[in-house]
């Protein structure tokens, strides 16, 4: 894995999201990041918390109070971020820290804003260009990025007929703890979910990166990786492309 990742992955996971300051200690003269790079290291994780909050809210109406920075479902109500919309009309993405709506809104685009400071830092066109040419499908990349990145619960695309705005949730402590016994099918599936669905240039940093994240001790060698956590052990094998080859919950 990219010693820059490592980085971000350490203040991720010690301080709940990536911050102003966190960015600002990243190293820039060893390595380039780029936009995919960001997508393998955080989907995972990303797909992971989105099981929960579908369980949570997928078919239930919503709305959302921008000023109040908060999206309902029935029953619940989550604090929000938003990073920006679509337009369904031009074909193009605006960033949330470019619309001049939401700036008057300033605490519900903070995270659109650290995502822009980090692409200035490395030179990431996709998070630093106001407004670009995009499709529906790229909000689910940023969807993926954001929610982990940031220690969200889950991301929304809001679909408000002319466009489609790209959200994430926090989830309140209570809820949290609904979801907090899940046995090492959850990390097993995902895994298997997230190589199914994506095209991955290395796997094994991939894997890596999400089981540090979920808070596994993980070690690789010889192009095996273990993983342990509370009880939970995983040991998972690689080829010399770094495609993985076997996955083993009983040790």
Not at 37 to 64: H, M, V, Y
Request: proline fraction near 2%.
């Amino acid at each position: 894995m990219k010693n820059t990742l490592k980085h971000i992955n350490e203040i991720v996971l010690t301080q709940g999201s990536l911050t102003k300051e966190g960015i600002s200690s990243i190293p820039t003269d060893t390595e380039k990041l780029i936009f995919w790079d960001l997508f393998d290291n955080f989907a995972p994780l990303s797909i992971d918390k989105q099981r929960d909050f579908a369980d949570l809210t997928e078919g239930i109406p919503w709305s959302f109070n921008l000023e109040k920075g908060i999206i309902m479902f029935e029953d619940y109500t989550f604090p929000m971020q938003v990073y920006g919309s679509f337009s369904k009309s031009s074909g193009t993405w605006l960033w949330a820290w470019e619309n001049q709506h939401l700036q008057q809104t300033p605490e519900i685009i903070a995270n659109s804003l650290l995502l822009k400071q980090l692409g200035e830092r490395f030179d990431i066109s996709h998070l630093t260009v106001p407004q670009y040419d995009s499709n529906e499908n790229e909000l689910y990349d940023l969807g993926l990025i954001a929610c982990g990145m940031f220690g969200q619960d889950g991301y929304f695309l809001a679909d408000y007929g002319q466009g489609i705005m790209l959200l994430t949730v926090t989830f309140s402590d209570e809820i949290k703890e609904e979801f907090e016994e899940i046995g090492i099918e959850r990390e097993v599936t995902v895994i298997g979910e997230f190589l199914e669905q994506y095209e991955v240039s290395n796997q094994i940093d991939a894997i890596e990166a999400y089981l540090y994240l979920k808070g596994f001790n993980v070690t690789i060698a010889n192009k095996e990786m273990f993983a342990e956590a509370d009880g939970k052990f995983m040991k998972i094998g690689f080829n010399e492309d770094n495609f993985l080859t076997s996955l083993d919950t009983e040790l």
